[in-house]
């Protein structure tokens, strides 16, 4: 018996120190943001991923560490995020020679097509997404998703452009896309560089339906509206960080289209914005995660599967203040989240996803992508 | 005469004369020692030079080929066109671009050396022990990236910055000055700040060569400061006002991140029309049209500076 176990005194400091320390590690990583996740078993995927990296390609926020901390902690996988400003600047680092690159993309739904035209991305398993069964039926089969029978991208999220204003200068909002031509607003709008989203602004205040392709003279009737918008406008900044950084400084009070996902940027500087849907309505997207060529298809389904499960989802869900695609994930949202996506056919209702430009109109009176681009080029340099 | 000049310089370089041997061809000298090459020499020019022609010089003649083919819907059609040049020459946008990002880089070039010709004659001549911390300051000073540069700038500009902040506490405003930022103002004001010590250097590196022998002659031959000043110092430091000018020149004209960042609506340089033709519209022929196009203009002006410079100056 005295042999045995004989533990030196030192020996039992460092072991408890040890135990002390691990007990609080585990303590501090204990508390989830839901009290019950459940931690991910152990799958053949998953082990293959231990220590490896993922590479993310797409918009900032949509590889939000929080809701993927299962994966990366559990794992000890590091996510290697690239970010683009816009959807032409992901589609154009794909273009410009990335295989095997990037693991997993995300993309908004209209410019799949020209990710699909250029044999950039390559098709979904569906067998392989644990959630897709989860996924309101309205975003397993849209037209951009599906080509020749296969799946293409897995929707996670969807939202609107709604205009996001500072209450603190604009009390109530705007009722109407047209109040931005008010004098009081001169050089207090801020909007984003990216054609499409401005564009459909101008389309929707000039009360051109845009759920279908448009006609180069209704191009050209939004091109006059947003000509009278810009001695309104006080900067266009090349992404949704810098408005976000724009309104937090004050430099301006609202922007015309908008990304929610400001709001939470805004607020951690200080400054609480607030957003509307004025009534002329507001043109719908989708974001979607796909798989491009040259990939490693394990990492980029355990990403998505990952983001699509209702625990990633509601992360993602409070961090960006948007709608998921994942039907099992409205239960565990916080309740004024939950009063506003608890009807979700009637939300469906509200943000058509219109489709974007064709690239090559067959119908010869319909304007292009190029024309869409140069135009806003034109009124960017006017 | 460019070219006998680089041989020229290359040559003398290279080549190591034997000082003992003398080269006039009426001696008759047997024991003509063959010239060495000076390897060091080779290898430290050499490697930039190449360096320079396999990963600039060569990307720039394929993006001069892609200026002569066009793009039809997303594909880019091989065939030989000169139809992005014309739409570069015949488009009024275009035209205007390039008009304004040429006048903003004049303007801030101009400025760029009025402020740092002081800097650098202040350094050369009057401080002479202070001359190395000042030297350390400014290189210190390019250490930070540009990017962070630009946003500090904006924390200086903004309505709620530094300048609208003491403006509005004094009470001599009693609304930001909105100007400031997000305009032409905020892009000169910007891009001086950063190619100042770019300027800085080149220029007191050229007066710190004017022998001081040069200036007491001057002196003694009765001029006063500023004569000397204008008919001596100036004149022998042409060459570094011309270099400064034409970097902050190019540079200005061709940037296009502080005007995304700060130039708000109507601000925007030739740079943002090629970066949009690169990138959103993945229009590579008219983004390298529009490159080259500007590559004329610059030695347009190149020419232009150089021979008022050579006026100027005088060669020492």
């Known amino acids: 018996m005295a042999k045995a176990t004989k533990v030196s005194r030192r020996e039992f400091l460092v072991a408890s120190a040890a135990l002390a320390g691990a007990s609080m590690l585990t303590l501090r990583h204990a508390v989830p943001a839901l009290a019950d996740t459940p931690t991910p078993q152990p799958t053949p995927d998953l082990e293959k991923l231990r220590g490896t990296t993922i590479n993310y390609l797409g918009w900032e926020g949509y590889d939000y560490a929080g809701a993927l901390k299962p994966l990366t902690e559990t794992y000890d996988i590091t996510v290697n995020s690239t970010y683009g400003g816009n959807n032409e600047e992901i589609f154009s680092k794909l273009k410009a020679g990335s295989a095997g690159q990037y693991d997993v993309i995300s993309i908004y739904h209209g410019t799949i097509e020209a990710l699909y035209v250029n044999n950039l991305i390559q098709p979904i398993d569906t067998e392989r997404l644990t959630h897709w069964n989860d996924l309101y039926p309205a975003f397993r089969n849209q037209p951009w998703q599906v080509r020749e029978g296969k799946v293409y991208s897995v929707p996670f999220t969807f939202g609107n452009t709604p205009c996001t204003y500072n209450p603190e200068f604009v009390p109530d909002g705007i009722e109407s896309w047209n109040d931005l031509l008010k004098p009081e607003f001169k050089g207090k709008i801020v909007t984003l560089d990216v054609a499409n989203q401005e564009l459909m602004v101008a389309m929707l205040a000039v009360g051109i339906d845009i759920n279908r392709f448009v006609t180069r003279e209704e191009l050209q009737q939004a091109k006059e509206w947003y000509l009278k918008l810009k001695p309104q406008l006080r900067a266009i900044v090349p992404s949704y960080g810098e408005m976000a950084d724009v309104l937090a400084r004050k430099e301006a009070w609202l922007t015309s289209g908008s990304w929610t996902a400001i709001i939470g940027w805004a607020r951690e500087k200080g400054v609480e914005l607030k957003y509307v849907i004025p009534k002329e309505g507001v043109a719908g997207w989708c974001d979607n995660y796909l798989i491009p060529v040259g990939a490693n298809v394990d990492a980029a389904y355990a990403f998505i599967n990952q983001m699509t499960s209702p625990e990633g989802a509601r992360e993602l869900a409070v961090y960006l203040g948007q709608g998921m695609t994942n039907s099992k994930v409205v239960p565990l949202l916080p309740p004024e989240m939950q009063a506003e996506f608890a009807d979700m056919d009637a939300v469906l209702a509200k943000t058509p996803f219109p489709p974007d430009p064709p690239l090559e109109p067959e119908d010869p009176s319909i304007a292009s992508n190029a024309e869409w681009l140069q135009t806003w080029e034109d009124i960017k340099i006017s | ?316």
């Open chain 2, 1 to 316: 005469m460019v070219k006998r000049a680089v041989t020229h310089l290359l040559r003398s370089v290279a080549v190591k004369r034997s000082k003992d041997v003398p080269v006039e061809p009426w001696t008759m000298n047997v024991n003509v020692k063959r010239p060495r090459i000076r390897w060091g020499a080779v290898v430290t020019i050499g490697s930039p030079l190449i360096y320079m022609l396999v990963l600039f010089g060569a990307p720039m003649l394929v993006f001069f080929i892609y200026s002569f083919w066009y793009l039809k819907g997303y594909t880019i059609v091989r065939e030989w066109t000169l139809q992005n040049y014309v739409e570069v020459v015949t488009n009024a946008t275009y035209m205007k671009l390039i008009g304004r990002s040429i006048t903003v880089g004049l303007i801030t070039a101009c400025l760029t050396v009025v402020l740092s010709y002081p800097v650098a004659y202040a350094m050369a001549f009057r401080l002479q022990k202070e001359r190395e911390t000042v030297l350390m300051l400014m290189i210190l000073s390019l250490f930070s990236c540009y990017l962070v540069r630009v946003y500090a700038w904006k924390t200086i500009l903004g309505n709620s910055g530094v300048i609208n902040t003491i403006l509005l506490g004094l009470g001599i405003v009693q609304q930001p000055v909105e100007w400031l930022i997000y305009t032409q103002f905020a892009v000169i004001v910007t891009l001086t700040s950063v190619f100042l010590p770019i300027c800085i250097l080149p220029l007191y590196s050229v007066l710190m060569n004017i022998h001081p022998n040069l200036l007491e002659a001057a002196r003694d031959l009765g001029a006063n400061p500023t004569m000397t000043f204008l008919k001596v110092t100036l004149p022998l430091s042409m060459p570094g006002v011309m270099a400064g000018f034409l970097f902050a020149f190019v540079l200005t004209a061709g940037d296009y991140i502080t005007p995304a960042l700060l130039g708000g609506s109507n601000a925007q340089l030739i740079g943002n029309s090629i970066a949009s033709q690169f990138g959103t519209i993945s229009n590579w022929p008219l983004g390298s049209a529009i490159t080259f196009s500007m590559v004329i203009v610059f030695a347009v002006v190149f020419g232009l500076v150089g021979l008022s410079a050579r006026r100027l100056a005088v060669r020492g």
